[in-house]
């Protein structure tokens, strides 16, 4: 074992298959993708874009479940190795004093990071029919606070980082509009007690031909020896569409509005057809990843197509050699 890059715990009973021979991509795919079928509950059209954290001895998580009506909600789910889960039927509903806020609209695209002793919940809000970002927090997986918005509408891809920075909370968003956004950049706020948001700082815009039209943070950025490493999606537009695919950039530590290196390929893009055809056709969008310091282990969990869940892997330091060098 060479130089140790993720500043983090050990997580030997992560999902994990080595690289299949032949392949030279820096990410490769779970052989059995997708992890996660649409219909795993009896009311889901499609369980996808979700999040996943090591729980106890497993595997906790929160899923984005569109019902056979289309609404989109949050689910809960447990999981003993992190890729057969136990998803609840019934859609989280959040406890909150002020109905105001509470008032269930939509939720979709959630991300789930632990901070301390509790597990926050971010998702996209639909406040008055506007999305934002919602915030909550459980300790169990059983009971979920919902706390205030973070941010006005309109915004989403609300990212937590994994602990306080210079003692403040601190949140990667993307203000959008109430449609399917044609433009988006990543931002940074910070919180002294998670409620009251500030300090934004701009992180980065599109950039390359694969993420002309928006890019927006993926899972929770992972402490590395280089900087924060955080893989975000990025959208073009083609003659078909918006097509969904993902890359890598590391911000700096004590700072992570200033971004240190970026990739300039995409890691992964909508190629297999459970990635190119579902409800949302050519869509990859990773919302959760864990990670085993040691070893240097990725999984990403991504959404494929907006219908199924997908999981994909890689190594820390060839992660960081492809941003470093591209
Ligand atoms: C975005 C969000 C995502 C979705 C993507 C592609 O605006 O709605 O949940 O995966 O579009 O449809």
């Given at each position: 074992?060479?130089?140790?890059f ?40 499609s ?20 019902t ?25 509903e ?19 990071c ?8 971010t ?22 606070y ?40 990543i931002?940074y ?12 700082r ?12 928006k ?30 695919s ?18 300039s390929?995409?890691l ?17 969008f990773?919302t ?21 869940t997908?999981?994909?892997?890689a ?6 050699d492809?941003?470093?060098?591209n």
């Open positions: 074992m060479g130089k140790q993720i500043i983090g715990p050990e997580l030997p009973n992560m999902p994990w298959q080595d690289r299949p021979a032949g392949c030279n991509d820096v990410i490769w795919r779970y052989e059995r993708n997708p992890v996660i079928p649409r219909d795993l509950i009896p009311s889901s059209n369980i996808f874009n979700s999040a996943v954290v090591p729980f106890e001895n497993g595997f906790a998580g929160v899923f984005r479940c569109d056979k009506s289309r609404q989109m909600e949050v689910h809960k789910g447990l999981s003993e190795d992190g890729i057969n889960w136990n998803i609840d039927p019934k859609r989280i959040f406890i909150c004093e002020d109905d105001n806020i509470g008032k269930f609209n939509y939720a979709y695209d959630p991300r789930v632990k901070i301390e002793d509790k597990y926050y919940v998702w996209c809000n639909g406040y008055h029919g506007y999305p934002t970002i919602g915030v909550a927090y459980t300790y169990d997986f059983n009971e979920f919902q706390m205030e918005n973070a941010f006005l509408p309109f915004n989403r891809n609300g990212v937590l980082f994994p602990r306080k920075i210079h003692g403040k909370y601190a949140m990667l968003s993307r203000p959008s509009d109430n449609g399917h956004t044609p433009f988006g950049d931002f706020s910070e919180s002294p007690d998670m409620i009251h948001w500030g300090h934004h701009h992180v980065m815009s599109p950039n390359k031909p694969w993420e002309s039209t890019i927006g943070a993926g899972p929770i950025p992972i402490e590395t020896t280089e900087g924060w490493l955080l893989f975000y999606h990025g959208v073009l537009t083609s003659c078909n569409g918006f097509v969904y993902f890359g890598a950039a590391l911000l700096d530590i004590d700072e992570p509005w200033k971004v240190l290196y970026r990739g390929n995409y992964l893009s909508p190629q297999r057809l459970y990635e190119c055809v579902g409800d949302v056709p050519n869509v990859t990773p959760a990843a864990l990670c085993d310091a040691p070893t240097g282990r990725i999984a990403i969990y991504y959404g494929a197509a907006d219908t199924v997908c999981l994909a892997f190594q820390v330091e060839e992660i960081i492809f941003i470093k060098s």
